[in-house]
């Protein structure tokens, strides 16, 4: 499963070099643009739940964007654990994702997509391949965004429609420090056991020769239904994610 937090501190800080570069030579974008990012995190946390045991990962992306449209699409993979530890098999987790942006008036934009989890021979009695569509407006430093499941999600039997809600936002405080807050809620199709609502407060830093970020995670998931068939840890637990990544 996919990355929260990674996600919105890589987005944010590529949002503050673009922004910082505007304002000292505005130029035009290329009609085509790609570009290429890395990371190392202390845990895995996707919508508040570890990948990866509460252990570290590595992950890195592509993505293409075409500006004279807003379409874009992109791979992204990390190292995880997740699907060996429930009885499976595979290590890695590869998303391919597609969609469109554009704006709605000076302050407001919208991003609409579809998002596909892929696991390697995960060898899951109930697949972990998952496929989501999305939209998400924002409006200045906020946002509100939908994932909405076309197939069963993550594992977990019978769960086609699942739904996920995200809202936040990115607030810039000053020299490309940011403050990342986030709220969402994980409703699990006929497994209600499985719902719960996931948080986080961070920070974000743009440190020229890469970037960083920390931030608190938690969730009131079920301990049971989210404990570890490793080692029995819960893997919802309030903890402190640190990440260091570079985008090229």
């Known amino acids: 499963m996919k990355r929260v937090f990674l996600v919105t501190a890589i987005a944010t800080m590529f949002n503050a070099q673009v922004a910082h570069a505007q304002d000292a030579a505005p130029t035009a974008k290329p009609e085509h643009e790609f570009s290429f990012n890395a990371a190392l995190v202390s845990d895995y946390r996707y919508r508040g739940i570890s990948q990866t045991r509460l252990k570290p990962a590595l992950q890195g992306g592509v993505d293409y964007v075409n500006n004279a449209s807003g379409f874009y699409a992109g791979a992204w993979a990390s190292t995880i654990k997740w699907t060996k530890d429930a009885g499976g098999s595979g290590s890695v987790e590869v998303d391919l994702y597609a969609g469109k942006r554009g704006s709605l008036t000076s302050d407001a934009s919208y991003d ?17 391949n998952t496929t989501e569509i999305y939209g998400q407006i924002n409006y200045g430093s906020a946002y509100a965004k939908y994932s909405h499941s076309t197939t069963n999600l993550f594992g977990f039997a019978n769960s086609k429609n699942s739904g996920y809600l995200d809202i936040g936002a990115n607030i810039e405080i000053k020299n490309g420090l940011v403050l990342n807050l986030h709220a969402g809620h994980q409703r699990v199709n006929h497994n209600s056991i499985s719902s719960y609502t ?25 301990k049971l239904a989210y404990a570890s068939p490793a080692n029995g840890k ?9 990440t260091v990544s570079k985008n090229f």
Request: hydrophobic share 55%; net charge positive.
């Open 198 to 222: 996931d948080w986080k407060v961070g920070i974000t830093k743009d440190l020229g020769v890469f970037n960083a970020a920390l931030a608190v995670i938690g969730t009131n998931a079920n």
């Open 234 to 242: 819960f893997l919802g637990k309030t903890a402190v994610v640190a």
């Open 112 to 128: 609409v997509g579809v998002l596909t989890y892929v696991y390697p021979s995960n060898g899951l009695a109930v697949s972990a």
